[in-house]
């Protein structure tokens, strides 16, 4: 999958890139009951009927993320869907996972 998530990336088919990352995610659901949550299945799949195209579980042991691909033109509907959680924006960089919080603990 490592190969075709690069090639999805580098041609900028982030459509195929999503259907790879929501593969990936079934995949690892059928390996253990363990590995999800009602809550978190929940999260993904309000998360895919408003416009995500895949996603990933990040971090773990009662806490984390969940990191969705959105196409610009379907954000807003995911973001409204989500909204009773926290949004972390983030981008890509070469310093490792940074993380800045507000005074009320949630991220900016």
Known sequence: MVDDGVHDINNHDYDSFGALLNEAWSLKRQLSKY????????????????????????????????LFLVMPDKQAEVRSALNELAYAPFDFENEGTQLVYDNCGKPK
């Open 35 to 66: 590995v999800s949550t009602l809550g978190i299945d929940g999260i993904y799949e309000k998360a895919l009927r408003a416009g995500a195209t895949g996603g990933k579980l990040l971090g773990g042991g009662g806490g984390g993320f969940i």
